[in-house]
């Protein structure tokens, strides 16, 4: 029986970009704004010390109470503390936050319950960091129509896990990948690059990243923003081939063999299609 298609993988509008703030240094904050990332997540949680937790609260629903020049996202405290809920609540609303990231999501209710103390409308992210948050990637990416999509604290998760070599997470990456395919939402951005001096080792990981099914990746400084969209964005090889298997395919229909001897057909024709529309995103 033939199933409801899911919508394309990544339309052009899915960002490549998230820029990490912390939410208790206002004019770091600032900076982030003009600094060209396509969504800034000021973050309540990790970057952020027990005793400036309020503070840090305060200042983003002042910054967010008036519309901002860019997406911004903010990152709540993990849904088992004290400070989410005050959080959710203080943040509900606010003419400038266009969505939420909940970190350390391990079963879907915490999805169900944040949506519904943020209105049920606020656009969601989950970040699963541990062991059980993989196992019920599928569940957490479907748990409710606010998710918009999911993605790995590969930090926690690493040390969850007990793994020290970056290939044994491969398996987790993978998981995630098809989770969010399944569930129809954007492919997951990768999780942040630590070492914000070594922009060759980010642009290595961005390239396996990419391969392992990825779309973008999160961010700790500015000057990681263009390795992250360089590697994201298709290359000028990348799109003419594309721009080669379109053609091709509109002389003619159903499957077909090019010039060269490659074999297309309808699946090869949708991948180039995205990539030429990846090449233009606005």
């Known amino acids: 029986m033939t199933g409801t298609p899911l919508p394309p993988p990544h339309p052009r509008s899915t960002p490549l970009t998230w820029l990490y703030v912390p939410g208790d240094r206002p004019q770091v904050v600032t900076g982030a704004?003009?600094?060209?990332?396509?969504?800034?997540?000021?973050?309540?949680?990790?970057?952020?010390?027990?005793?400036?937790?309020e503070y840090a609260r305060a200042a983003t629903?002042?910054?967010?109470?008036?519309?901002?020049?860019?997406?911004?996202?903010?990152?709540?405290n993990a849904l088992d503390t004290?400070?989410?809920?005050?959080?959710?609540?203080?943040l509900a609303g606010l003419p400038g936050l266009s969505g939420l990231r909940l970190p350390k999501v391990s079963v879907p209710e915490q999805v169900t319950r944040a949506a519904g103390a943020a209105g049920e409308s606020l656009p969601l992210w989950a970040l699963i960091e541990s062991a059980l948050g993989v196992e019920h990637a599928y569940r957490i990416a479907t748990a409710h129509p606010a998710l918009r999509g999911v993605?790995?604290?590969e930090a926690d998760l690493r040390a969850d896990l007990g793994v020290r070599d970056d290939a044994g997470l491969d398996w987790p990456r993978s998981r995630l990948v098809v989770a969010a395919r399944a569930?129809?939402?954007?492919?997951?951005?990768?999780?942040?690059?630590?070492d914000i001096r070594d922009?060759?080792?980010?642009?290595?990981?961005?390239?396996?990243?990419?391969?392992?099914?990825?779309?973008?990746?999160?961010?700790?400084?500015p000057r990681q923003l263009p390795v992250i969209e360089r590697a994201y964005l298709p290359t000028p090889a990348e799109?003419?081939?594309?721009?080669?298997?379109?053609k091709a395919a509109a002389l003619t229909e159903g499957a077909q063999a090019l010039p060269d001897g490659r074999f297309i057909d309808a699946a090869v024709v949708a991948a180039a299609r995205r990539t030429l529309s990846a090449a233009h995103r606005p």
């Open 239 to 246: 799109i003419e081939e594309a721009e080669t298997v379109v």
């Open 199 to 221: 922009l060759d080792g980010l642009a290595a990981s961005c390239a396996r990243g990419r391969a392992l099914g990825f779309l973008g990746r999160a961010a700790i400084h």
């Open 82 to 90: 004290g400070w989410a809920a005050a959080d959710l609540a203080a």
């Open 33 to 53: 704004l003009a600094a060209g990332a396509d969504v800034v997540v000021v973050d309540l949680e990790d970057a952020v010390a027990p005793d400036r937790k």
């Open 183 to 194: 569930a129809g939402l954007a492919p997951p951005p990768q999780s942040v690059h630590p």
């Open 151 to 153: 993605s790995l604290g």
């Open 61 to 76: 629903v002042e910054r967010l109470a008036d519309p901002q020049p860019v997406t911004v996202h903010v990152r709540v």
